[in-house]
């Protein structure tokens, strides 16, 4: 396969590309929970194809999760540092007026 590493959390993606010519990083291992379904075209390249829910795969493709829904780097920390403030609460902080500017 074509297996790189993700260059945030440093595992294993392999690309594929999408019906729109677009790559896209997958995890190398099917996932029956995924939603790209991955085959290999006459060239032996990866394409994948979005399914919708409830739509199954071919039998000749297999189903991968998108890297992006399993990085580890993406993933927020369970609780924010102590020095750091939400942005919902630095927005309420600011005021967040709505009244327009006047103009001279």
């Not at 392999?14 to 790559?23: D, G, H, L, M």
Request: glycine content about 4%; overall charge positive; hydrophobic content about 30%.
């Amino acid at each position: 396969m074509n297996s790189q590493v993700c260059s945030q959390c440093y595992r294993p993606v392999i690309w594929a590309t999408t019906v729109y010519e677009r790559p896209i990083p997958l995890d190398p291992d099917p996932d029956p929970d995924g939603n790209q379904a991955v085959m290999r075209d006459g060239t032996g390249a990866l394409r994948t194809r979005q399914l919708k829910k409830n739509q199954e795969p071919a039998d000749f493709e297999r189903l991968h999760m998108p890297h992006a829904a399993t990085c580890a780097a993406r993933r927020a920390p369970a609780r924010l540092p102590s020095n750091v403030t939400p942005i919902t609460s630095a927005r309420s902080l600011r005021g967040g007026s709505t009244t327009p500017r006047r103009t001279p």
